[in-house]
């Protein structure tokens, strides 16, 4: 499939998104990004533009993809810091949008509920532990490549975790 993409074929894509899509996006949801389907794109859009100089199977991609989302996030972090500045006290919004998981009402706000639960308690987490949890979790991805993602040792990985 891998090969697909990088020779174009909309879809090989397709069924990349559709694998990696949904994590990607709980990962950045969960972390909090301001725009989840917006970074989503941006990360299939660096895929995109990078799939040449890829090397790997599956399990590589996963974990270049979820690097991919990580830097797009602190990216986004880094942005909103210097448009404004965010307070500690300022409640998370239970309120903000989930991800449609079908047509009943009592599903969504299951979801919700469940989302805003994940999300309280990873924020009791220092930024560095709620990165290695969720990308463990979330992105399914191992010691090494999490460390990768994070430009860390696999030992500080462990430690953290």
């Not at 993809?65 to 602190?74: E, S």
């Not at 469940?114 to 991805?141: E, F, H, K, N, Y």
């Given at each position: 499939m891998l090969g697909r993409a990088r020779a174009g074929d909309g879809t090989a894509w397709e069924a990349l998104y559709r694998w990696?899509?949904?994590?990607?996006?709980?990962?950045?949801r969960v972390q909090g990004a301001r725009d989840v389907d917006d970074l989503t794109s941006e990360?299939?859009?660096?895929?995109v533009r990078t799939?040449?100089?890829?090397?790997?199977?599956?399990?590589?991609?996963?974990?270049?993809t979820f690097v991919i989302a990580h830097r797009r996030l602190q990216d986004e972090?880094?942005?909103?810091?210097r448009r404004d500045i965010r307070t500690s006290d300022q409640p998370v919004d239970?309120?903000?949008p989930v991800a449609d998981r079908g047509d009943d009402?009592?599903?969504?706000?299951?979801?919700?509920l469940g989302s805003a639960r994940v999300i309280a308690m990873c924020d009791r987490l220092v930024a560095d532990q709620r990165d290695v949890v969720l990308l463990r979790i979330v992105g399914d991805l191992g010691i090494d490549?999490?460390?990768?993602?994070?430009?860390?040792?696999?030992?500080?990985?462990k430690q953290l975790q």
């Amino acid at each position: 499939m891998l090969g697909r993409a990088r020779a174009g074929d909309g879809t090989a894509w397709e069924a990349l998104y559709r694998w990696l899509a949904p994590a990607v996006a709980g990962y950045l949801r969960v972390q909090g990004a301001r725009d989840v389907d917006d970074l989503t794109s941006e990360v299939f859009l660096a895929l995109v533009r990078t799939i040449d100089r890829f090397e790997g199977g599956a399990v590589q991609f996963r974990s270049f993809t979820f690097v991919i989302a990580h830097r797009r996030l602190q990216d986004e972090r880094r942005s909103r810091a210097r448009r404004d500045i965010r307070t500690s006290d300022q409640p998370v919004d239970e309120h903000a949008p989930v991800a449609d998981r079908g047509d009943d009402a009592g599903d969504a706000a299951l979801a919700a509920l469940g989302s805003a639960r994940v999300i309280a308690m990873c924020d009791r987490l220092v930024a560095d532990q709620r990165d290695v949890v969720l990308l463990r979790i979330v992105g399914d991805l191992g010691i090494d490549q999490v460390a990768e993602a994070l430009g860390k040792s696999p030992g500080a990985v462990k430690q953290l975790q």
